[in-house]
C-alpha cells in the first residue's frame, strides 16, 4: 500500500539565501547571499554557484547550471558577495539577473583559484589588473588586510568600456578609503597604499586606452611616477577576458616575471573572469 500521498518538493542542494541585489548597469549586477556556516576560502577564490536548470521535457528531471564565480567579499565577511555579467541569451545570467532577495542559489563549498597571496613570492609592490567583471577577486583582495601587510604599495588597474561600468569598483575604493569600519580593520595608513587606475576604451573619461596599450606605452608609468615593472619589487595579478590575460602575460613576461601557482608560487597569476 502506497501511504505517500504527496511527494515533498526536494530542498535545493547547498541552497543560500540571497540577502540584497544592485544593478549596477544593464550589463552589470552585484548580490550578496548568506555564506555557510562551515564555508573557509582564501581572498581571491571563486566557488561554483548557479541555479536549478529547467526541467527536461521527457524525465522532467532537473540539473543545477553551475559556473565559477569569484567571491568577491573578503575572507572575514560574514555573507558572500558576487559581481556578475548579465548575459541576456546566457543559460545561467539571463536567469540569475532577476534574483530577487529571498530567493535562493546554489553555492558549492569548495572554493579554489590561483588569485591567492600564497601563489606569489614576497615583494613590494602588488598590481592587480583586471578588466569588466574580472575585478571581482580585487574587491576580495583589496579588502583584505593580508594585502597591505605583504605589500607597501597596491595598484589597482580596472579598464571598462565605459564610465557607468566602473562604478562599482569607483563606489568599492571610494567606501574602503572612507569607511570608518574599514579603517578599523584595514587601518587608515595601509589603505593609503591603494592607487586606483580606472580607464575606459570606448566612452570618453580622463584616463583611455586598453591597460595593455598603457603599459606598452609607458603611459601608466609615467601617470603613476613608476620607473618600470620589475621581478625584485613587483608582483601581479590578472583578471579578464581570454584575450586581456593572454595579452597581460606577454608583457609581464618581457618584463621578466614568471607565472606562479599555488604549488610554485612566483611573481604573477592569471585568472579568468566570468563571461557567460
Ligand atoms: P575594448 O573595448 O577595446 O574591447 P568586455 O566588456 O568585453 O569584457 O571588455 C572589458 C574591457 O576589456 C574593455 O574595455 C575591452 O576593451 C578590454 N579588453 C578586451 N580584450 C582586451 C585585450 N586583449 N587586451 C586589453 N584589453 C582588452
Known amino acids: ?22 544593478h549596477w548597469t544593464d550589463r552589470l549586477f552585484s548580490f550578496r547571499v548568506t555564506r555557510p556556516a562551515s564555508l573557509r576560502f582564501r581572498s581571491g577564490e571563486f566557488v561554483m554557484i548557479g541555479l536549478m536548470g529547467d526541467p527536461h521535457p521527457e524525465t522532467g528531471k532537473q540539473k543545477p547550471l553551475l559556473r565559477a564565480y569569484s567571491i568577491a567579499s ?3 565577511d560574514e555573507e558572500l558577495e558576487f559581481y556578475s555579467i548579465k548575459v541576456q541569451d546566457g543559460p545561467l545570467t539571463s536567469r540569475l539577473q532577476h534574483i530577487q532577495p529571498g530567493d535562493e542559489i546554489i553555492l558549492r563549498p569548495k572554493p579554489v583559484g590561483t588569485l591567492v597571496h600564497d601563489a606569489l613570492l614576497p615583494g613590494k609592490r602588488i598590481w ?7 575585478f571581482a577577486p580585487f574587491a576580495s583582495l583589496l579588502r583584505d588586510p593580508e594585502t597591505y601587510e605583504k605589500f607597501e604599495e597596491v595598484i589597482i588597474t580596472h579598464t571598462c568600456r565605459d564610465v557607468a ?5 569607483r563606489k568599492l575604493i571610494d567606501d574602503l578609503l572612507n569607511d570608518e569600519m574599514m579603517q578599523e580593520l584595514i587601518g587608515a595608513e ?3 597604499k591603494i592607487r586606483y587606475y580606472p580607464t575606459t576604451t570606448r566612452e570618453q573619461s580622463p584616463k583611455m586606452g586598453r ?3 598603457l603599459l606598452e606605452d609607458g603611459t601608466i608609468f609615467r601617470d603613476l ?3 618600470g615593472i620589475s621581478v625584485g619589487t613587483d608582483r601581479a595579478m590578472v583578471c579578464g577576458s581570454l584575450g586581456l590575460n593572454t595579452d597581460i602575460k606577454v608583457i609581464l613576461e618581457g618584463f621578466g616575471l614568471e ?9 604573477y597569476v592569471v585568472e579568468k573572469a566570468f563571461v557567460g
Do not use: C, R
Open 1 to 22: 500500500m502506497n501511504t505517500q500521498t504527496a511527494k515533498a518538493v526536494p530542498a535545493l542542494p547547498d541552497a543560500q539565501t540571497v540577502t540584497s541585489v544592485q
Open 165 to 169: 561600468e566602473l562604478e562599482y569598483s
Open 211 to 213: 591597460i595593455t596599450t
Open 190 to 192: 595601509q589603505l593609503a
Open 128 to 134: 592587480f589588473f583586471a578588466t569588466g567583471t574580472g
Open 225 to 227: 611616477g613608476i620607473d
Open 74 to 76: 573578503p575572507s572575514w
Open 259 to 267: 607565472e606562479g601557482a599555488n604549488s610554485d608560487p612566483k611573481h
